[in-house]
T-cell receptor, first 115, second 113 residues
Framework: DTGVSQDPRHKITKRGQNVTFRCDPI?????LYWYRQTLGQGPEFLTY????????KSRLLSDRFSAERPKGSFSTLEIQRTEQGDSAMYLC?????????????FGSGTQLSVL | SQQGEEDPQALSIQEGENATMNCSYK?????LQWYRQNSGRGLVHLIL?????REKHSGRLRVTLDTSKKSSSLLITASRAADTASYFC?????????????FGKGTKLTVNP
């Protein structure tokens, strides 16, 4: 257990529905990351927060994706009008100094299946 | 987009043998990190090597970094069945000091008892 919690662990939804995932980072960490991983691939960066500010977003993050980190604590990732191509593992990670200087602590992920 | 490329994509060895995985990357970096992932689980950090370091050890792990060739290797000595997992290299601090980690596609290691 790395101390980063993600909820839910699994989500099955129908195409067109909205889904929301939650991440609780290690409490003293001010950096929070979201990644997406499909089968057989490495994690792909989606977005990154420092405290409550969203500082970087990938081009992978289409208009249907939105992430928030109110009050710089937990974070939510929402996918609107889900598509089958959104099926993946969504990983959250946190750190205190950022990946340019130190390791990231990853949660166990949320596995999304879009039917 | 993926920064690193691991080689080989898959590796199968017998318990007790050594496993070597290689990683190449494209841009300048501050550090290179190796992570391990068991099937369907999150990633666990193994080791971080900074751009001014050439070699680092942690238990049965040995990592080398050659910034002139933009490559790294991870050696696991005396492998065990419990080492079976996917291993990813990731670069940090690249592309103008970005704070994100950029991962490769990984090497799937199978250690047979």
């Amino acid at each position: 257990d790395t101390g980063v919690s993600q909820d839910p662990r699994h989500k099955i939804t129908k195409r067109g529905q909205n889904v929301t995932f939650r991440c609780d980072p290690i409490s003293e960490h001010n950096r929070l990351y979201w990644y997406r991983q499909t089968l057989g691939q490495g994690p792909e960066f989606l977005t990154y927060f420092q405290n409550e500010a969203q500082l970087e977003k990938s081009r992978l993050l289409s208009d249907r994706f939105s992430a928030e980190r109110p009050k710089g604590s937990f974070s939510t990732l929402e996918i609107q009008r889900t598509e089958q191509g959104d099926s993946a593992m969504y990983l959250c990670a946190s750190s205190s100094q950022g990946a340019g200087n130190e390791k990231l602590f990853f949660g166990s992920g949320t596995q999304l299946s879009v039917l | 987009s993926q920064q690193g490329e691991e080689d080989p994509q898959a590796l199968s060895i017998q318990e007790g043998e050594n496993a070597t995985m290689n990683c190449s990357y494209k841009t300048s970096i501050n550090n290179l990190q190796w992570y391990r992932q068991n099937s369907g689980r999150g990633l666990v950090h193994l080791i971080l090597i900074r751009s001014n370091e050439r070699e680092k050890h942690s238990g049965r792990l040995r990592v080398t970094l050659d910034t002139s060739k933009k490559s790294s290797s991870l050696l696991i000595t005396a492998s065990r069945a419990a080492d079976t997992a996917s291993y990813f290299c990731a670069t940090g601090g690249g592309q103008g000091g970005s704070e994100k980690l950029v991962f490769g596609k990984g090497t799937k290691l199978t250690v047979n008892p």
